[in-house]
């Protein structure tokens, strides 16, 4: 062999080497919540397990990440291998074929251990089509030394008309306490969560069975002035600007009584490292008027793959790493169990260890309590608690909710927030044809 065949062959597989030795990179969207954030700073366990394979993360505020994954995903953007979705979007994009299977998930991944009512919501015609990282209700964190203070007893079960007057008792604005934090920034995701799920306590829904709007009905207008009424009497000033971070901060410095929201929030505000009153919470189901509807929500975050990705192999590995059972034991191990990710699997709440920890027994009920294919006092066209199960909800929503936002910060009446709120809905479903 001459000198230049054999010079020709040491560059080729130099340049094999290379190849070879160049990892293949993920790029994750992912919301800014503490779970995640932990999750990446656990990932050198993944890593070293798969060193071919480079993680690239875009962390994202919760309204933004759902701007740019709905982007990237319905014009085929390709953007991100790995993208963190809700119970909202999997049903729509998995029937649109936007996203991968996840069906074929290794025998070990046990995908029977999902608790059935989260794993139904991400499951379209047989298939799964996203593995939830953590899935949760809402429900009552409260302070028992404040409602202890203000000569009140907080029931497993409570009424609004409890929440409201024990609000109103624990409310010292002098020294910054306020009886209730709640969310008021606009988004579907985010005020409108909250008070969809309120509104089904209180009778209304977003469409009777002709998918007409229902913001004109009684039952609205009681659930708008009641939050509107309470969050001006008891809650923090700039409510209208607070969200699901905005209101945890609150409640870790100390300056909420009670706070209506995720489960998820409960291994947050029990934390001594982060919460100025880990030792003083207790819990409660999320409350009701009676009328057989709690105020609570069913959502999972969960991991999906883009159709449109080119690393379908190398991001299941991620998926099935992130959500595995082997993920939760490293949480575990690390931070404790009262850190590791809720609401997915049925093992987890079999595990005595887990069982301890003092909000694992009300997130399960929380969570087995809401019913996402009845979710109203009068019946309904959709699915779905806190959200209706229909590709244009998330416009209208968001719509919907800068209305009510508007409304909490006093810029316009409730009257006339729900009036704006039934005209748009009106306009947008004669639109898309719900509605003649």
């Known amino acids: 062999m001459n000198y230049f065949a054999r010079a020709l062959l040491g560059a080729s597989a130099l340049s094999l080497l290379a190849t070879a030795a160049v990892a293949q990179k993920l790029t994750i969207a992912t919301v800014n919540n503490g779970d995640m954030v932990r999750m990446q700073k656990l990932t050198d366990d993944f890593t070293s397990k798969n060193p071919d394979i480079e993680l690239e993360w875009v962390t994202l505020e919760e309204n933004i990440l759902r701007q740019r994954v709905t982007t990237d995903i319905a014009t085929k953007g390709g953007q991100y291998d790995v993208m963190t979705i809700g119970t909202y979007e999997v049903p729509i994009w998995g029937k649109q074929g936007w996203l991968v299977s996840l069906n074929d998930l290794p025998q070990s991944y046990d995908v029977d251990d999902i608790l059935p009512a989260i794993r139904g919501g991400l499951t379209v015609d047989g298939n799964l089509y996203a593995a939830p990282f953590y899935g949760e209700s809402s429900m009552v964190m409260y302070r028992k030394d404040l409602m202890e203070k203000a000569g009140l007893e907080m029931p497993d079960a409570p009424t609004w008309d409890f929440i409201a007057r024990a609000a109103r008792a624990m409310t010292d604005k002098d020294n910054e306490i306020y009886g209730i934090c709640l969310r008021g920034k606009a988004g579907w995701g985010e005020n409108m969560a909250f008070l969809t799920a309120t509104a089904n306590s209180f009778g209304a829904r977003w469409f009777d069975m002709e998918w007409k709007p229902q913001f004109d009905s009684e039952a609205w207008k009681n659930t708008l002035d009641f939050y509107v009424d309470l969050l001006n009497d008891a809650g923090p000033p700039g409510a209208s600007s607070n969200g699901f971070n905005e209101n945890l901060a609150l409640f870790q410095s100390g300056n909420c009584g009670m706070w209506i929201d995720a489960t998820v929030a409960a291994s947050f505000v029990t934390n001594p490292e982060d919460s100025t009153v880990a030792d003083k919470v207790g819990f409660a189901l999320a409350p009701d008027t009676g009328l057989g509807k709690r105020g609570n929500w069913l959502w999972a975050w969960s991991l999906a793959i883009p159709a449109g990705t080119q690393k379908a192999d190398a991001a299941k590995k991620f998926v099935d790493w992130a959500t595995s059972k082997d993920y939760l034991a490293l949480v575990a191990e690390k931070e404790g169990w009262a850190n590791v990710p809720p609401g997915t699997r049925t093992?987890?709440?079999?595990?005595?260890?887990?069982?301890?920890?003092?909000?694992?027994?009300?997130?399960?009920?929380?969570?087995?309590?809401?019913?996402?294919t009845n979710p109203t006092v009068d019946p309904v066209p959709y699915v779905g608690v806190q959200f209706v199960a229909i590709p244009e909800f998330q416009g209208i929503a968001t719509a919907v909710g800068q209305q009510f936002s508007a409304a909490l910060a006093g810029n316009v009446s409730t009257d006339q927030a729900l009036q704006n709120a039934q005209a748009l809905t009106e306009r947008e479903m004669t639109k898309a044809g719900y509605i003649k």
């Open 347 to 372: 093992s987890l709440y079999a595990n005595p260890e887990y069982a301890k920890v003092p909000f694992a027994k009300m997130t399960l009920d929380s969570i087995n309590s809401a019913d996402p």
